[in-house]
């Protein structure tokens, strides 16, 4: 079956550190691969997207590179803000008809000044 | 702007009661969604609709029903409430001719039943 996993959190942070936060999926065919945040107290937003093998989605700073060889979606960014301070989720999806996504668990960061 | 809006921010109810959780999209999308987040858990499909008056079941619906009776509006529906349906509630909507696109998500009803 498809499914995703992402690394647990709770990730803690100074401000301007680096980030990265590990995601892996499985899935049979070839899936899009979505980050989205949510901060405190809103629903989901997307952060970015890859629709296929060595894509790269950026957004705000973060990136994240879709590759098929070790089934990975990483998120990173290069220094962090306590703005970011929010829940990150990793997702998949197909192309066309119901375009259910398929999300990992979350991993919440938390970055301090 | 695109918009999912969902009816309530938060609610409280009783055991037993009957429950109804909306959601409405602005953007004329075919699909509609909707889930229950849980700390550790992610975000656990319940339902979706693909059309109007159209349902399909998700991961997890025991317990919940849903309408579609307009392609805006999408419904929630607990028909007996109980202390394990306490929790986060997400709408989503998505464009079913743009393959692989993103799904659009309100703001959430964080739902306590007590």
């Known amino acids: 079956g498809n499914s995703v996993t992402q690394m647990e959190g709770p990730v803690t942070l100074s401000e301007e550190a680096f980030l990265t936060i590990n995601c892996t999926y499985t899935a049979t065919g070839y899936p899009s691969l979505f980050w989205y945040v949510q901060y405190p107290g809103e629903g989901l937003q997307l952060l970015l997207k890859a629709t296929k093998a060595d894509d790269k989605g950026s957004n705000k700073g973060f990136e994240a590179t879709y590759r098929k060889e070790t089934t990975s979606f990483h998120l990173e960014k290069g220094s962090v803000q306590v703005s970011d301070s929010a829940v990150y989720f990793c997702?998949?999806?197909?192309?066309?008809?119901?375009?259910?996504?398929?999300f990992g668990a979350g991993t919440r960061l938390a970055v301090h000044p | 702007d695109v918009k999912v809006t969902q009816s309530s921010r938060y609610l409280v109810k009783r055991t037993g009661e009957k429950v109804f959780l909306e959601c409405v999209q602005d953007m004329d999308h075919e699909n509609m969604f909707w889930y229950r987040q849980d700390p550790g858990l992610g975000l656990r499909l319940i339902y979706f609709?693909?059309?109007?008056?159209?349902?399909e079941k998700g991961d997890i619906p025991e317990g919940y029903s849903v309408s579609r009776e307009k392609k805006e509006r999408f419904s929630l529906i607990l028909e007996s409430a109980s202390t394990n349906q306490t929790s986060m509630y997400l709408c989503?909507?998505?464009?079913?001719?743009?393959?692989?696109?993103?799904?659009?998500f309100g703001q959430g009803t964080r739902l306590t039943v007590v």
């Open positions: 609709s693909y059309d109007v008056k159209m349902k």
């Open positions: 997702a998949l999806g197909f192309s066309g008809g119901y375009n259910k996504l398929i």
């Open positions: 989503a909507s998505s464009s079913r001719d743009r393959g692989g696109t993103e799904a659009f």
